[in-house]
């Protein structure tokens, strides 16, 4: 595969998303770049903004195996990853597989559940394994979660553990459509109050696991030159001295955002990454992996603003 088809791939998915999903291009291709990262995404926006049927949209333009969990308060672990039930016929313990075996997992209102259900993630999600009563499941190399949740209600949430929210790639704000877009969506969807079919709009694969690996190989194969590799270094430490951050990200921060500028290259049909592209990726991959410090909390600064001040303070090659 090389870039031109690469690119064709990409914007036939962008396509046909568009077609279901109004004015989020924004959001998409953060999708896309978790996509081609072999990372995770959580999706985080005010109710009504269509981030389940986003998330459902892109899983059925691509063709791999789709899972979908409400995540609830009564929701256990056995529940995501399965559980051994003794076979009478055979004597033995067999598994029963969760939801967890799949390829595209989407993780729904993933912040309505324990810490004990979120954490059966941990593992899936950075080893592409889960363990189950000592033994190890390897999960397919194409596993990808996509995870949805509501920042504006608080009552019968538990907020993601900094572990967990590390292993996102980035964190997607998922604003309100502006107004022509929003016209548009009427037009489209005012005739109905429930969500639309995705088969109402023939979102037929346009890519399968093969397709996927050929493309993440491809964005492994992005230059990033000792200059770009140090100006990523340099930001994410800068994160750990600033004094309005009480805890910076973590190395795994530096080599995610790394990965990400690749992929932001590979859509942008460039065979090299420049600090555009980390720039773009900053906000996206770094403001959930901060911890404010009280005083600028006080101050009303948000992981944004400080970012935005980390990323000013830090040279950029030229």
């Given at each position: 595969m090389d870039f031109a088809e690469a690119r064709e791939i990409t914007q036939q998915l962008r396509h046909k998303i568009g077609r279901v999903v109004i004015g989020q291009d924004g959001v998409v291709e953060g999708l896309l770049v978790t996509l081609l990262s072999g990372g995770h995404a959580l999706l985080e926006g005010p109710p009504g903004t269509a981030k389940t049927m986003l998330a459902r949209a892109f899983a059925g333009c691509l063709g791999l195996g789709f899972k979908r969990v409400q995540f609830t308060p009564d929701l256990m672990p056995g529940d995501l990853i399965g559980t051994n039930l003794y076979n009478f016929q055979t004597n033995a313990f067999t598994l029963t597989q969760g939801p967890i075996f799949t390829d595209f997992l989407l993780a729904d209102e993933i912040n309505r559940t324990p810490p004990k259900t979120q954490a059966a993630l941990l593992q899936a999600m950075?080893?592409?394994?889960?363990?189950?009563?000592?033994?190890?499941?390897?999960?397919?190399?194409?596993?990808?979660?996509?995870?949805?949740?509501?920042?504006?209600?608080?009552?019968?949430?538990?907020?993601?553990?900094?572990?967990?929210?590390?292993?996102?790639?980035?964190k997607i704000d998922v604003p309100f459509p502006e107004r022509e877009d929003e016209?548009?969506?009427?037009?489209?969807?005012?005739?109905?109050?429930?969500?639309?079919?995705?088969?109402?709009?023939?979102?037929?694969?346009?890519?399968?696991?093969?397709?996927?690996?050929?493309?993440?190989?491809?964005?492994?194969?992005?230059?990033?030159?000792?200059?770009?590799?140090?100006?990523?270094?340099?930001?994410?430490?800068?994160?750990?001295?600033?004094p309005s951050i009480l805890h910076g990200a973590s190395p795994r921060a530096a080599n995610m955002l790394a990965t990400a500028a690749r992929a932001l290259a590979t859509l942008r049909g460039r065979e090299f990454a420049i600090p555009d592209d980390v720039k773009e990726l900053f906000l996206p991959a770094l403001h959930h992996r901060i911890v404010l410090a009280p005083s600028a909390e006080v101050e009303g600064q948000t992981a944004d603003s400080v970012l935005k001040l980390v990323l000013d303070a830090v040279a950029a090659p030229r």
């Open positions: 950075q080893e592409r394994t889960v363990t189950l009563d000592g033994h190890s499941y390897t999960l397919s190399d194409g596993f990808l979660v996509v995870a949805t949740q509501n920042p504006i209600e608080h009552e019968g949430t538990y907020p993601l553990p900094e572990a967990q929210l590390d292993r996102f790639l980035l016209l548009t969506l009427v037009r489209l969807h005012g005739h109905r109050s429930a969500m639309p079919e995705l088969s109402d709009f023939d979102l037929s694969p346009v890519a399968d696991l093969e397709k996927l690996r050929q493309l993440r190989q491809l964005v492994q194969g992005v230059t990033l030159s000792d200059e770009m590799v140090a100006y990523v270094v340099d930001l994410i430490r800068a994160t750990r001295s600033h």
